[in-house]
């Protein structure tokens, strides 16, 4: 497997082809999701080849968004078929590859540990100090895509969205969980 140059190639690519209207799903996502994977990772005890499989699974898990918003996940698969074979992942690795992008799909649904990481990553920022700034990227990204119409709509869906939500792995429970519920309560005061 050769990790390095797969990563490295996709990376190049989303950094130059991302839709610019992506506000949230943009470059910096993918930076961002990296970061919380590898501690997550670090965290959770994970082998290297499983780090490798999982931060694989980063770099492309909005890649479909180059193809198209809806979806997503199904187009970030297809590109990894595409792709990783001939960077040495074998058959085995690009399904599991897949599978931890398709758990990224809300409602997340993990079934095995590098997708409970993949999906906690995907969400880190809903128990980090700059959640609101994150969420306001996303508001953007939705309102520009005629998704929600206006602060109140999406207030009530961030209350909606985190009081459905929840961590799998031990670490972001023990680390993410208290600030997410504190940023329900926040969100809560907001609605009418």
Not at 23 to 28: D, G, I, Q, T
Not at 90 to 99: H, K, N, R, V, Y
Not at 103 to 120: F, N, Y
Request: glycine fraction near 6%; charged fraction near 30%; charge should be negative.
């Amino acid at each position: 497997m050769q990790f390095e140059a797969a990563t490295s190639r996709i990376l190049k690519i989303l950094q130059e082809s991302l839709p610019g209207k992506l506000c949230y799903h943009c470059f910096e996502h993918v930076e961002d999701v990296y970061r919380a994977a590898e501690r997550l990772s670090d965290a959770e005890g994970v082998t290297e080849t499983e780090r490798q499989l999982l931060l694989t699974a980063v770099c492309y898990h909005d890649a479909g968004f180059m193809r198209g918003t809806d979806n997503h996940e199904q187009h970030s698969c297809d590109m990894v078929r595409e792709d990783l074979g001939s960077f040495g992942y074998t058959p085995e690795d690009i399904e599991a590859i897949c599978s931890m992008i398709m758990a990224t799909r809300v409602p997340q649904d993990p079934r095995a540990r590098l997708e409970e990481i993949i999906c906690d990553a995907d969400l880190d920022y809903l128990g980090r100090d700059d959640f609101f700034e994150v969420g306001d990227r996303l508001y953007r990204e939705l309102l520009g895509a005629g998704r929600v119409t206006d602060q109140h709509e999406w207030n009530r869906i961030q209350v909606h969205f985190l009081e459905n939500h929840r961590y799998f792995t031990r670490t972001a429970v023990n680390t993410r969980q208290p600030a997410k519920l504190r940023h329900l309560e926040m969100l809560r005061t907001l609605l009418p």
